[in-house]
Each structure stands twice: as C-alpha cells, then as structure tokens.
T-cell receptor, first 116, second 114 residues
Framework: EAGVAQSPRYKIIEKRQSVAFWCNPI?????LYWYQQILGQGPKLLIQ????????DSQLPKDRFSAERLKGVDSTLKIQPAKLEDSAVYLC??????????????FGQGTRLTVV | AQKVTQAQTEISVVEKEDVTLDCVYE???????LFWYKQPPSGELVFLIR??????QNEISGRYSWNFQKSTSSFNFTITASQVVDSAVYFC???????????FGAGTQVVVTP
C-alpha cells in the first residue's frame, strides 16, 4: 500500500513570496490533515478535512494560509505572503473513518520550508 | 483545552538498556485516545501504539510496552532492550473533542549508542 505522498521535499523562498505544497493521501482515506512542525516542537494541526469539507481550521492563520481538497483526494496548502516564522516542516497525514474508534493517522515525509 | 506534556527533552542510553518515556495529558473529555509516534531522522512520523480512555489494560507488543493510568493522567511508554535503530524523537499525542485531531507533546529525543 502506497503511503502519503508529499512534494516538494524541500523549499527555500524569500519572505513575502508565496509557496504551495501538495499532498496525496493513502487511497481510500477520507480524512486529511496538514500539520506544521517548527524545529524542536511537536506538530501542530493547521487544518483537517473530511472528504472535501473542512472539519477544523481553528489554528490556520487565515490571513496568509489557505488549503483546499478538491474532489476529496489530493490537497494543496498555500502560504502567501510567507514570513520568517513560517519556516517549518509541513506534514500531511491521512486516516480512514472507522466507527467506534479514532484511527491512527499515517504521515508523509513532510516538506521542509525555509523562509529567508 | 487539551494539553500533552513530555517533560524529558532527551534520554541517552547504551544499547540493550530499557528506556521509559513519560507523558502526562490534560483533557476534560471523558472519551479520548492516546498515541505514541516515532520520528526518525528521515522525518516521517510512524505510528506505534494507540489506547482509548476506557481501556487501561497495559500491554506489551514486542519490545514496546505502555503504562496507562487515568488516575494520574499518564501514558508512559517503554522500549525494552533498546537498539541503535530506536534512536529517534518520540511523541505522545492526545485525540479528544474533534475526532482525529492530534495534540502532540514536545517530544523526547532518544539516543541509543552501541
């Protein structure tokens, strides 16, 4: 079974530029997550989709971050304009829907963003 | 509000020693799930174990075991007979409220030397 695919693996941009990340979840997984992991910290949820609807985006800085999941499969996360503090690893994860339990999430390898 | 605390920043052991990682959580929800994830240098978070709030039975899975105690809100994780490949950052995480949303601790770096 193929895992969660993310691209690019690395990105370096200047502040105020825009950037986009792409994620392809595990086939059949209805739930997709974007997490931000700043160096030395645990991941923090930015947005959670179920199919193509948003379940939770309470910690997404909506003035500069946006995300979409068209057709309930692939997803893109965009930052515009980027700030220095956006330097982090952006992790995509997916999980299935399973009645009666909270299924584990499977993570991609992440995109390491450096804003200079 | 949910909170996960991993007080240990780094643990260094020699191969074959046991390693116990501490995790303390806070939540007002009565139904919740606790997880342990491993993050090797490659960066990918790897799922290790999951426990729900109604099951305090402690188990062993291979070299991994866990101790879940609701009375102290702790979910500790032990690696028995550590190996160099166990070197990684280990995260404890809590899922409560929004289903599937994980609240992670800050992580504990485990260094296993030969």
């Amino acid at each position: 079974e193929a895992g969660v695919a993310q691209s690019p693996r690395y990105k370096i941009i200047e502040k105020r530029q825009s950037v986009a990340f792409w994620c392809n979840p595990i086939s059949g997984h209805a739930t997709l997550y974007w997490y931000q992991q700043i160096l030395g910290q645990g991941p923090k949820l930015l947005i959670q989709f179920q199919n193509n609807g948003v379940v939770d985006d309470s910690q997404l800085p909506k003035d500069r971050f946006s995300a979409e999941r068209l057709k309930g499969v692939d997803s893109t996360l965009k930052i515009q304009p980027a700030k220095l503090e956006d330097s982090a690893v952006y992790l995509c994860a997916s999980s299935s829907i399973r009645a009666g339990t909270d299924p584990e999430a499977f993570f991609g390898q992440g995109t390491r963003l450096t804003v200079v | 509000a949910q909170k996960v605390t991993q007080a240990q920043t780094e643990i260094s052991v020699v191969e074959k020693e046991d390693v116990t990682l501490d995790c303390v959580y806070e939540t007002r929800d009565t139904t919740y799930y606790l997880f342990w994830y491993k993050q090797p240098p490659s960066g990918e978070l790897v799922f290790l174990i999951r426990r729900n709030s109604f099951d305090e039975q402690n188990e062993i899975s291979g070299r991994y075991s866990w101790n879940f105690q609701k009375s102290t809100s702790s979910f500790n994780f032990t690696i028995t007979a550590s190996q160099v490949v166990d070197s990684a950052v280990y995260f404890c995480a809590l899922s409560a409220g929004t289903r599937g949303k994980l609240q992670f601790g800050a992580g504990t770096q485990v260094v296993v030397t030969p």
